[in-house]
């Protein structure tokens, strides 16, 4: 018997293979892998240098913990949302509450606290068998000869690092940015922001690398292998955490330059409502056969928006391109350099409010809660923690009147409601519970069951009879304040809800229906009296092309506040309002206008080819 043919060491070299085989779960439902042999070839690389720096797997199979663990996440969003473990879904989990968790996991919670118990059984097995095992260790001059290897490959990586590439390619270029790779600058011109002019003419410098070298960067990224490519989302995440903790103090200088006209010290009143997992067409005010929305149908005031669109489905990243002017296709990037539009409306004079009851996990540090720790007064209402049950929306309605009370005569308040996030059933009280069978009061179901089809989207139009209850409400709040005041709301995202044959929900799937998201505008009758244009350019654009990158300006221009790098194009209240290219994160950046809907889900595909995403 041969050394590998033992059976110690073939459950050894299967389980490494079995994880290295990851990226290429997706060809079992009819997927391609781009760039597949790049990442066969960068795969063994790793092994080859993992294994020659460590020389036995009983030395390194610790390292594999974080994907042992890893994995039944990584196979879950392959199998339900056709994509690998990423910065962003790390996000999610960091952000997301013990109690979200549950209403989101259901009677699942189980069989993943079981397949875990599996998992950490198979790395021990693994580690047992690595231990016993000496004829896998890595010996001899080939040992060496790769330590030689890797050792002259730091000393370029670092003399690149520390002087830079003579001609490096970035992948901004392909899609026409204007700006060179960092890869091409030496740290200290990276960092420092020297150049070469400030130095004396006499003075020497280190020669940088040919340009040959930066083939590395030509790679697909490392993070889209494994095992190993798993330690690189957790480096990424870490980076995004540091950057969005340090965000506000980098961008405590920037100022919109934001000043109001028309209004001089009159008192006005500015609301913005952020929605949650809200779909356009099961709103009763936009056609739907349900009488969802009796409350809000009885208002004369109201204009609802037919036609917009949120580049993405997630709440943290769609969150930031609603209230700044993030563009929709950098969302997936952390951050932004600017502020958002509480900083704009606070220039202008107006005491802002950020009323939360999303969960409170990660506020000061999340995408969305840098923009939220803009404004004067930021609560949180929801605690999210193990045993209690998510607060209603109704929660914010104490403190909008407490802030309408306050002495500011102008004034932002952002409500930003959980709406009609999963578990639908929770997000409204018992007499909302009106089409039946419906999930509540039914302990921990699972959104992924096919079997409640009917339960789920009864629950749904339930919540969203309530967020009609709520909206009126908010409406009623302001009507009693005799104020000019105006109120937009306008949901993050959709939902897919096991449309027809579609044998998919929640979000995450590139459909339209989690696309295509309701909004609408309200305005009191001293509003319509002193912006008579405004409520007409309204009435005119209803119906236009229109994505979550209008709202910011649109806001600002509602509550006639004007600067000097202002896009009134991008404006529905305006007369010189323009089309523009609506992009959605459907398989890279995809032109939704030139797109097709496929099958009963609505995927949307592109007729042309997406733009490449950037993270």
């Keep these: ?13 299967a389980s490494y293979l079995f994880l290295s085989a990851v990226p290429f779960v997706s060809l079992l439902f009819g997927k391609q892998v781009d760039d597949a042999l790049h990442i066969v070839a960068f795969e063994a690389l790793t092994w080859l240098v993992v294994w020659s720096i460590f020389k036995r797997p009983a030395w390194f199979h610790w390292l594999l913990l974080p994907a042992f663990f890893a994995l039944p996440v990584e196979l879950y969003l392959r199998t339900y949302y056709g994509q690998g473990l990423s910065t962003h879904h790390l996000g999610i989990l960091a952000e997301t ?27 021990w097995l693994v580690l047992k068998a690595a231990i016993a095992s000496k004829e896998l260790d890595w010996r001899g001059k080939s040992r060496l000869t790769m330590l030689g290897f890797l050792g002259v490959a730091a000393s370029i990586a670092l003399y690149g690092y520390t002087f830079g590439i003579a001609t490096a390619v970035s992948s901004a270029t392909v899609n026409g940015a204007q700006e060179s790779a960092s890869a091409s600058k030496p740290l200290s011109e990276a960092t420092a922001g020297t150049d070469a002019s400030s130095t004396g003419p006499n003075e020497w410098h280190a020669p940088k690398l040919p340009s040959w070298t930066s083939i590395a960067l030509e790679t697909p990224n490392f993070s889209r292998t494994w095992p190993f490519g798993v330690f690189s989302h957790g480096h990424d995440f870490w980076l995004e955490r540091s950057y969005l903790a340090d965000l506000q103090g980098k961008s405590k200088g920037f100022t919109f330059g934001a000043q109001q006209i028309e209004m001089d010290d009159k008192p006005q009143i500015a609301v913005m409502v952020i929605g949650e997992s809200s779909r356009y067409d099961r709103w009763s005010i936009n056609g739907y056969a349900r009488e969802t929305n009796p409350h809000l149908k009885g208002e004369e005031n109201l204009v609802s928006l037919s036609n917009v669109i949120s580049g993405v489905s997630a709440t943290r990243l769609s969150v930031p391109v609603l209230v700044s002017r993030k563009p929709a296709m950098q969302s997936l990037k952390a951050g932004f350099s600017e502020r958002s539009l509480l900083s704009a409306f606070r220039e202008a004079g107006f005491k802002t409010y950020w009323l939360s009851n999303q969960m409170s996990f990660g506020q000061f540090d999340t995408p969305v809660s840098v923009f939220a720790n803009e404004a004067d007064v930021t609560q949180f209402m929801n605690l999210g923690g193990f045993t209690n049950n998510s607060s209603l929306d109704e929660v914010l309605l104490a403190p909008l009147k407490s802030a309408l009370a306050d002495g500011a005569k102008k004034k932002l308040i952002v409500l930003h409601t959980l709406g009609n996030h999963w578990n639908y059933s929770h997000r409204y009280p018992k007499e909302y519970d009106r089409w039946k069978p419906s999930l509540y009061g039914v302990e921990n179901p699972a959104y992924t069951d096919l079997a409640i089809k009917a339960d789920i989207n009864n629950s749904y139009d339930n919540s969203i009879l309530y967020t009609d209850w709520f909206l009126s409400q908010v409406i009623d709040t302001l009507k009693a304040s005799g104020q000019v005041s105006s109120m937009m709301y306008v949901s993050d995202h959709g939902q897919t809800l096991y449309d027809g044959e579609c044998n998919l929900a929640f ?45 910011f300006h649109s806001l600002l221009d509602l509550s006639s506040i004007r600067y000097a790098s202002e896009q009134l194009e991008w404006s529905f209240l305006s007369k010189y309002l323009k089309r523009h290219k609506r992009y959605v994160d459907s398989y890279g950046w995809t032109d939704y206008d030139n797109s097709t809907f496929k099958g009963d889900c609505r995927e949307v595909i592109d007729k042309g080819k997406p733009l490449t995403q950037e993270h």
């Excluded at 079981?114 to 950490?120: D, E, P, V, W």
């Excluded at 009191?524 to 005119?540: G, N, R």
Aim: charged fraction near 15%.
């Design 507 to 551: 979000h995450g799937h590139n459909t339209q229906y989690e696309f295509h998201v309701p909004a609408l505008v309200w305005y009191s009758d001293a509003y319509q009296a002193k912006f008579p244009a405004k409520v007409q350019q309204l009435k005119l654009n209803r119906d236009a092309r229109l994505s979550t990158e209008n709202m």
């Design 97 to 123: 509450s013990p109690k979200e968790t549950l209403e989101f996991l259901g009677s699942k919670i189980w069989v993943l606290a079981a397949i875990l118990i599996l998992i950490a059984c198979w790395w």
């Design 1 to 13: 018997m041969t050394a590998l043919s033992h059976p110690r060491n073939l459950f050894i070299l």
